[in-house]
């Protein structure tokens, strides 16, 4: 390893060289990717905040996109492993309180994942991969909806929840409630934007109130 590859990655003891260089370099572009736009950020750029020289960048990934692309994807994982940290187990709390909780974690996830996705609209190329990518992951974000009917069939086994109940609709109703609201906090003003404090129970209130509800609203928490 050259002396400036040697320093580059000091402070990785425990990964050979190769390893730690790549991580290195993922280390670098994600932190260039939240400071500013994706399209702003070049090659050379992302060799010199490393400390490496522009060709190193090649010995580890084909262009700047896988590279962009590897360090979104790390991103992404952050924010599902948080969402996935917060949800809780049926027959656990109460059924209004699980919704809650459910809600404001699939509101974070989407409320972090759009400026993503936002910000790599000038790169058609790397969005569509970075899309690709996270929809066939198992921890893709049409797998957050899938918990949350998850646990809603594991209530209805409970008792919990009515047996009539679509839970693939209502997780359907209530993770688009939280992308609306997700929505709104990135583009409406001050005063006008929705305030998760009482939208999300508001939202949830009336998810068991119509859809989750039964006979006298019996059994809902």
Same mark, same amino acid.
Not at 110 to 120: E, F, K, N
């Given at each position: 390893m050259s002396p400036r590859r040697a320093k580059a990655v000091t402070g990785r003891a425990g990964d050979d060289p190769a390893t730690a260089l790549r991580q290195h370099l993922i280390d670098t572009a994600d932190d260039l990717l939240a400071q500013r736009p994706v399209a702003t950020i070049t090659t050379r750029e992302i060799a010199r905040t490393a400390g490496v020289s522009d060709g190193v960048l090649y010995n580890y990934f084909a262009d700047k996109y896988e590279l962009l692309l590897a360090a979104l994807l790390r991103r992404y994982h952050r924010l599902a492993d948080r969402f996935a940290a917060a949800l809780p187990e049926p027959g656990t709390g109460t059924v209004a309180g699980n919704l809650h909780a459910f809600a404001r974690a699939s509101l974070d996830f !989407? /409320? *972090? @994942? $759009?400026?993503? %996705?936002? %910000? @790599?609209i000038s =790169?058609? #190329?790397l969005l569509h991969r970075f899309m690709e990518t996270i929809h066939a992951d198992l921890h893709g974000p049409q797998a957050n909806q899938s918990r949350l009917s998850g646990y809603l069939l594991g =209530? !209805? /086994? $409970? %008792?919990? &929840?009515?047996a009539h109940v679509d839970t693939v609709a209502a997780a359907t109703l209530l993770t688009g409630a939280c992308l609306s609201f997700a929505i709104a906090g990135h583009? @409406?003003? *001050?005063? &006008?934007?929705? *305030?998760?404090?009482? #939208? $999300?129970? #508001? /939202? &949830? =209130?009336?998810?068991?109130n119509g859809v989750l509800a039964r006979q006298e609203h019996a059994g809902a928490e």
């Open positions: !989407q /409320a *972090d @994942l $759009l400026p993503m %996705g936002v %910000g @790599l =790169e058609p #190329a =209530e !209805q /086994a $409970l %008792g919990r &929840v009515p583009v @409406l003003p *001050d005063g &006008v934007r929705p *305030d998760p404090a009482t #939208a $999300l129970p #508001a /939202a &949830v =209130e009336t998810l068991l």
